[in-house]
């Protein structure tokens, strides 16, 4: 940078640095004006300052003319190069974004735990579910097993009613047979042919007592009795009378091929009652 050859040499460093301060007072009075004013910064994330780096560079003085050719000049004023330095940014408003984003944080983490406790109770709702149908489908199950084993022993229980039932007619059928034919076989082979009543005890009838005697007797070849005894069922009162009567009776002798044979244990129930 070349000054102009008549420009004094003591004025132009002078000039310089007045130049450069007065462009300094412009630049601070203009950012004042717009403080004033209302402008404030953007809000926007603090980016690396720039920097804009200057040199200063003096020239020497050049050597003196010894003749002023060109009249004298104003000199112009070197252009200066300006530092611009953004402005720093409010702590405040830092301190507000911090916040924000802590909260904005905070939320989203929220957010995301509410998400995961929601999705986890929909996931224990499902398995619940899923158990209730599996414990509904067993008891249904178990109670079809238990209906079926139900149904099962009922048709058993019946058919062992109706086996018994049917066991028992036959038993029934087949001691009635045996009783026809015993009857039947009695009446063919020793029937009575002669009983006659007991005479009824005078003490007994005094003191008015009445009651039953058994008496157990073979009946011979020839029918007639023998051995007649009473049972212990007898009163003392009706022994005597009872056997008296029974010697008396007459039978026709059971008769087993041809043959009269001695049928044992007959027996004969008298009974005691006062008219």
Not at 186 to 199: C, D, E, G, M, V
Request: aromatic letters at 4%.
């Amino acid at each position: 940078m070349t000054l102009p050859d008549s420009v004094p040499a003591a004025c132009s460093p002078w000039r310089s640095h007045a130049v450069a301060l007065v462009a300094t007072l412009g630049l601070h009075a203009a950012v004042l004006g717009l403080l004033l004013h209302g402008w404030t910064p953007e809000l926007n994330a603090p980016q690396a300052t720039q920097v804009l780096r200057t040199q200063l560079v003096s020239l020497p003085p050049p050597e003196p003319m010894a003749e002023v050719q060109e009249p004298q000049q104003t000199a112009a004023a070197e252009p200066v190069e300006q530092v611009v330095k953004e402005p720093e940014p409010d702590p405040r408003i830092e301190r507000q974004r911090l916040e924000q984003a802590e909260l904005a944080l905070k939320r989203a983490e929220q957010e995301k735990q509410e998400a995961a406790r929601l999705q986890e109770q929909r996931r224990l709702r499902e398995q619940q579910q899923r158990e209730r149908r599996e414990r509904e489908r067993q008891e249904r199950l178990e109670a079809e097993r238990q209906r079926h084993e139900a149904e099962q022993r009922e048709a058993l229980r019946r058919e062992e009613l109706a086996r018994v039932a049917q066991q028992r007619e036959q038993a029934e059928a087949a001691a009635a047979e045996r009783a026809r034919e015993v009857e039947a076989a009695a009446s063919r082979q020793y029937l009575p042919i002669a009983k006659q009543a007991p005479a009824y005890p005078p003490r007994a009838l005094d003191k008015g007592i009445e009651g039953t005697c058994t008496v157990s007797y073979s009946v011979n070849p020839q029918g007639r009795i023998e051995n007649p005894k009473a049972l212990d069922d007898c009163h003392p009162l009706f022994i005597q009378p009872s056997l008296a009567a029974a010697k008396r009776f007459r039978y026709q002798p059971r008769i087993i091929d041809g043959r009269a044979v001695t049928v044992p244990e007959v027996k004969n129930t008298f009974h005691y009652r006062i008219q």
